[in-house]
């Protein structure tokens, strides 16, 4: 008797094909998961190999010679069904799904009609439609990571201590866990950072050097940006836009005063400002800012500083950091500081890999558990029961 035929793998879209902020590809069939991971490489073009079932991988998907082609997260929901993360957008789904196909496997034209291969519940859920939409490598390591089941693992384990009458062991963990909302909470939208300040003080210079191209119209004329202009960025792996604002240039009328209006308002709007100053002449007569809006952005700082202005820049409640748009200096730590004010810090960068909420509902549920908690009430279970039950 011959023996049976292997089935060929076959690779579909779990997303429809267009400009989305991910595209997934699942593969199919025995094996699935083997070949996949022989396509997995780290950033050295070491293969990684297939993960357990059930968990994620991190890292680039190759061609049969090594070729280096996207930077993926890869589910390895079981044997036979594993879903590829690749960055959105038509190209980089049909280079993948190419080199899937120059390697025997058979591409079907039909979107996957259930791309929740690992899903069991309402935080994968969410995370799934997360994923999809996410605008960065980082934003879609975290979702894909609450997609495998870190964060509805986390909150099974916190409930569990309660059972078990571990209380203490129950409140660390929630709290832990609430910590990790305002990073989740950032990757999931597009926080809003309003640049404002003096004319002339290198704002829309400053835009630029942070979204590492030439995007708004910069010259030496006071005033030259009078509309809001928008610019999507990402901060540390964080998807932001900037919002360039119309330099406030004094006392007047007219069309300068209307442009100066309308930067007040979009700070006002804003997540976070960063207060663009020229630091090394004195300010305009009578500019100042409120206390605690934003970060100062002490810009032009390697052609010499004011004293007088640091001065005036400290007392108003922020962090001030000496940056040059030109150069580069400070940049970095401006882009921490800004995210510093959103409860984004270096402790919730380094959360990435772990359980992270990422959802208003989400956040609703682990505050009542941890306060239901400090009245030995037993909602603190329900509110758990309700995060995983999508209530």
Same mark, same amino acid.
């Given at each position: 008797?011959?023996?049976? *035929?292997?089935?060929?793998?076959?690779?579909?879209?779990?997303?429809?094909?267009?400009?989305?902020?991910? @595209?997934?590809?699942?593969?199919?069939? *025995?094996?699935?998961?083997?070949?996949?991971? @022989?396509?997995?490489?780290?950033?050295?073009? &070491?293969? *990684?190999?297939?993960?357990?079932?059930?968990?994620?991988?991190?890292?680039?998907?190759?061609?049969? +010679?090594?070729?280096?082609? +996207?930077?993926?997260?890869?589910?390895?929901? +079981?044997?036979?069904?594993?879903?590829?993360?690749?960055?959105?957008?038509?190209?980089?789904?049909?280079?993948?799904?190419?080199?899937?196909?120059?390697?025997?496997?058979?591409?079907?034209?039909?979107?996957?009609?259930?791309?929740?291969?690992?899903?069991?519940?309402?935080?994968?859920?969410?995370?799934?439609?997360?994923? &999809?939409?996410?605008?960065?490598?980082?934003?879609?390591?975290?979702?894909?990571?609450?997609?495998?089941?870190?964060?509805?693992?986390?909150?099974?384990?916190?409930? *569990?201590?309660?059972?078990?009458?571990?209380?203490?062991?129950?409140?660390?963990?929630?709290?832990?866990?609430?910590?990790?909302?305002?990073?989740?909470?950032?990757?999931?939208?597009?926080?809003?950072?309003?640049?404002?300040?003096?004319?002339?003080?290198?704002?829309?210079?400053?835009?630029?050097?942070?979204?590492?191209?030439?995007? /708004?119209?910069?010259?030496?004329?006071?005033?030259?940006?009078?509309?809001?202009?928008?610019?999507?960025?990402?901060?540390?792996?964080?998807?932001?836009?900037?919002?360039?604002?119309?330099?406030?240039?004094?006392?007047?009328?007219?069309?300068?005063?209307?442009?100066?209006?309308?930067?007040?308002?979009?700070?006002?709007?804003?997540?976070?400002?960063?207060?663009?100053?020229?630091?090394?002449?004195?300010?305009?007569?009578?500019?100042?800012?409120?206390?605690? &809006?934003?970060?100062?952005?002490? /810009?032009?700082?390697?052609?010499?500083?004011?004293?007088?202005?640091?001065?005036?820049?400290?007392?108003?409640?922020?962090?001030?950091?000496?940056?040059?748009?030109?150069?580069?200096?400070?940049?970095?730590?401006?882009?921490?500081?800004?995210?510093?004010?959103?409860?984004?810090?270096?402790?919730?960068?380094?959360?990435?890999?772990?359980?992270?909420?990422?959802?208003?509902?989400?956040?609703?549920?682990?505050?009542?558990?941890?306060?239901?908690?400090?009245? &030995?009430?037993?909602?603190?279970?329900?509110?758990?029961?309700?995060?995983?039950?999508?209530?």
């Amino acid at each position: 008797m011959r023996p049976a *035929k292997k089935e060929p793998l076959t690779a579909t879209r779990g997303t429809p094909a267009g400009e989305g902020g991910i @595209s997934v590809i699942i593969i199919s069939g *025995k094996g699935a998961g083997a070949f996949a991971g @022989s396509r997995l490489v780290d950033r050295r073009g &070491r293969v *990684k190999g297939k993960s357990a079932e059930g968990r994620i991988s991190y890292g680039f998907i190759a061609a049969e +010679d090594g070729e280096t082609i +996207d930077e993926v997260v890869v589910a390895f929901c +079981d044997e036979e069904h594993v879903e590829i993360n690749c960055h959105g957008g038509i190209v980089p789904a049909e280079r993948v799904l190419r080199s899937l196909g120059d390697a025997g496997v058979v591409i079907t034209e039909d979107t996957h009609p259930d791309a929740m291969g690992i899903a069991a519940g309402a935080i994968e859920a969410e995370a799934f439609a997360a994923l &999809r939409e996410a605008r960065t490598a980082v934003a879609a390591r975290v979702f894909a990571g609450q997609y495998g089941g870190m964060l509805s693992g986390a909150i099974r384990q916190a409930a *569990k201590q309660l059972d078990e009458a571990r209380i203490d062991e129950a409140r660390q963990a929630l709290v832990a866990l609430r910590e990790t909302a305002g990073l989740g909470l950032a990757l999931a939208r597009l926080t809003s950072i309003a640049i404002v300040g003096p004319a002339n003080a290198g704002k829309s210079t400053l835009v630029n050097a942070l979204a590492g191209y030439e995007r /708004n119209i910069v010259t030496d004329i006071a005033g030259t940006t009078r509309d809001a202009v928008e610019v999507e960025m990402a901060f540390l792996g964080v998807p932001v836009v900037l919002v360039d604002t119309a330099g406030v240039m004094g006392a007047g009328a007219g069309r300068d005063e209307e442009a100066a209006h309308r930067a007040q308002a979009a700070a006002r709007r804003a997540d976070a400002t960063i207060v663009v100053i020229d630091a090394n002449r004195p300010l305009p007569c009578g500019y100042a800012v409120g206390k605690g &809006r934003g970060v100062v952005g002490a /810009n032009k700082a390697d052609l010499g500083v004011c004293e007088t202005t640091l001065a005036s820049v400290s007392g108003w409640g922020g962090p001030v950091v000496a940056i040059s748009a030109v150069t580069g200096t400070g940049l970095e730590q401006l882009r921490e500081e800004t995210l510093g004010l959103l409860g984004i810090g270096a402790a919730e960068l380094g959360s990435t890999a772990g359980a992270v909420v990422f959802t208003a509902r989400q956040l609703a549920h682990v505050n009542t558990a941890i306060e239901a908690l400090g009245r &030995r009430d037993r909602a603190a279970s329900e509110a758990l029961g309700e995060c995983l039950r999508g209530a």
